[in-house]
């Protein structure tokens, strides 16, 4: 890792291919198309943050502490089983969560409060191809994969990819995996949906890795062992600390954001107060709270007990 004392440790630069730029450490940008759902703050067990829709068939959670960062699922109803899940591992970028919730935020104000039929709950295309199209036509080809009953999509770059296992039976079986990174517990991010998440959920997480639009981390939260596979834009000098300097456009940006993050707390969420919230996982950096005023930063740090990951792709 960097230096505590490299000075351009906490320079703020521009990540691409987004798909390496692992998580900043919050989870904002994954809970801000959300932000307007019911928050329960869990104390006690290993999910920290529970995000429901009004109706609790939605859940989307946040586990700090864990391997698998975040678990989203969906169910007919309350009370019933769920139907189906996605995890996110603790290296994967929030933006590619976001690509997810943004999806279920909108099939949730669409859908009957009523019916158990919401498109969140449509049975998955029959075409496994559907699900990993937008990586398809962003160019993305098919690689050599790994086991047999399985398909697998490479980016340009041979750095991420998509796996589709043919082989999947039961409902809970692990279906589609979205990766990105070499192989390693620090290197690797995955996505992993199990087999009735419907198909177009799938593809906008997808999406988000076809795009894969720079976003902005501090130098420290890359992992060393990706500065070779990414390139790393400085969007500002880094500063002395102990020299006082005028404020940059940066500066004057990121007040105006953490301003307006504060008015809207103390507001109801509108559209244009989750614009805000998206505005400032992008600009302020870690948090010191939770997700959603929100920022484990233990979420970059395992726990001796933290489990092995189960994908060594």
Known sequence: MHAPDDPNRYQEVLVSPMYLAGSNGTGDAGFAPVAHWPHHYLDEGPCQLLVASPDQRIRVGWFGDDFELWKISAATEAASATRWTATFNHVTPAEIVAGLTTALAHD??????????????????????????????????????????TIEIVAPDGQAGAVIDRRSYGPDDEAV????GPQGWGTRAEAVFTAL??????????????????????????DRRLEHLVTLTPLAPAADPQVSRAPTPLDVRRTAVVQAVRRAERAPLSAADLRVMAAHSRT???????????????????LASSSAPRHSR
């Open 108 to 149: 949730y104000a669409e859908a009957d409060a009523y019916d158990s039929n919401g498109r969140f709950l449509a049975n998955p295309s029959i075409y496994w191809a559907d699900a990993v199209r937008p990586l398809t036509d962003a160019g993305w080809i098919r690689g050599v994969p790994a086991e047999p009953g």
């Open 177 to 180: 995996t979205l990766w990105a």
């Open 197 to 222: 998440t419907p198909t177009h959920l799938i593809a906008a997480a997808a999406t988000v890795m076809a795009e894969s639009a720079p976003v902005i981390r501090e130098r420290h939260q890359i």
């Open 284 to 302: 302020t950096g870690p948090a010191r709270s939770r997700p959603g005023h929100l920022a484990p930063d233990a979420a970059a740090t395992p």
